[in-house]
């Protein structure tokens, strides 16, 4: 009779807000919570709420990128949600 293979079980990094974060914790263990979340999932049925997105490129001098990098660091959050905050700022001016 052949071996049966232990399944692979590797980390997966995922950004929550607050809220997500005390209602995930309040239900038990994290990580048990978002296993038995995908397990009952159904993958086939997804559409994603969100537009799709396309990666660019942009060149930033120091003179950006510093405060960008401090603010990004001071709110625990990736540089990319600060540039997409200072966007919409912008964007709600015109």
């Known amino acids: 009779m052949p ?3 232990k399944p ?3 980390p997966f990094v995922l950004s ?4 997500q ?3 995930l914790q309040s239900q038990g263990a994290v990580s048990t919570v978002i296993r038995e979340a995908l397990l009952d999932f159904d993958f086939g049925a997804y ?3 969100l537009e799709a ?4 490129s942009v060149r930033l001098s120091d003179h950006l990128r510093k405060p960008l990098e401090k603010a990004a660091k001071r709110a625990g959050v990736p540089q990319t949600q600060v540039v997409l905050a200072a966007l919409n700022k912008f964007f709600n001016k015109l």
């Open 8 to 10: 692979v079980c590797r």
């Open 53 to 56: 997105r396309r990666q660019i």
């Open 16 to 19: 929550l807000t607050a809220d």
């Open 3 to 5: 071996k049966r293979k």
């Open 21 to 23: 974060r005390h209602r």
């Open 47 to 49: 559409q994603p709420k």
